[in-house]
């Protein structure tokens, strides 16, 4: 039997544990596991998840509450964090980003980070996107470049951070 984290009522999604504005939505939800998944996969179960949040930035429709789950796969860095080469850009409106791990305020274990080699002038994460519900995620920006221009950028509006670090 395929591992299911939502039921459907009348065909909406509900996943339970997620805030309540959440845990129902008429879009997609998309499961990201930076360890075990793979970018061919669709990311529409826990058995055949996507590795990166380029490729859920990508598959998401905008403005139809798709939600990505992004989550934790053990505790060290190389379980747990999106490497990008490049600024993770957001920009589509109303897709959600959670992370799904213990939760910590501090230093949280899903991360999204720079790739060692990054120098670029440019933040990690560009949010253009609006109406973005962001959770538990940790902006990480540890590289030795000294040019990149900090974690998040944001020029979206209605947005809401909980939990990030």
């Known amino acids: 039997m395929t591992a299911n984290l939502s039921n459907r009522v009348r065909g909406i999604p509900i996943l339970p544990g997620l805030p309540t504005h959440i845990a ?16 061919s996969n669709d990311g529409l179960s826990v058995d055949a998840p996507i590795k ?39 920009a589509k409106d109303g897709v959600h980003l959670i992370g799904v791990g213990a939760g910590n305020g501090f230093a949280n274990r899903c991360r999204i980070g720079f790739a060692a080699a990054y120098n670029s002038a440019n933040p990690l994460f560009y949010l253009t996107a609006n109406n973005c519900y962001i959770e538990n995620i940790f902006f990480y920006v540890g590289v030795a470049g000294t040019t990149p ?17």
């Open 24 to 39: 129902m939505t008429q879009g997609n939800v998309y499961h990201v596991m930076p360890r075990t998944g793979s970018d």
């Open 52 to 90: 990166t949040l380029t490729q859920a930035q990508t598959l998401a429709t905008a403005h139809q509450n798709d939600v990505v789950l992004f989550y934790c796969e053990g505790y060290t860095a190389a379980n747990c964090t999106d490497y990008q080469s490049s600024t993770l850009t957001w």
């Open 149 to 165: 221009l900090g974690c998040v950028s944001m020029t979206g509006d209605y947005n809401h951070f909980k939990n990030c670090h």
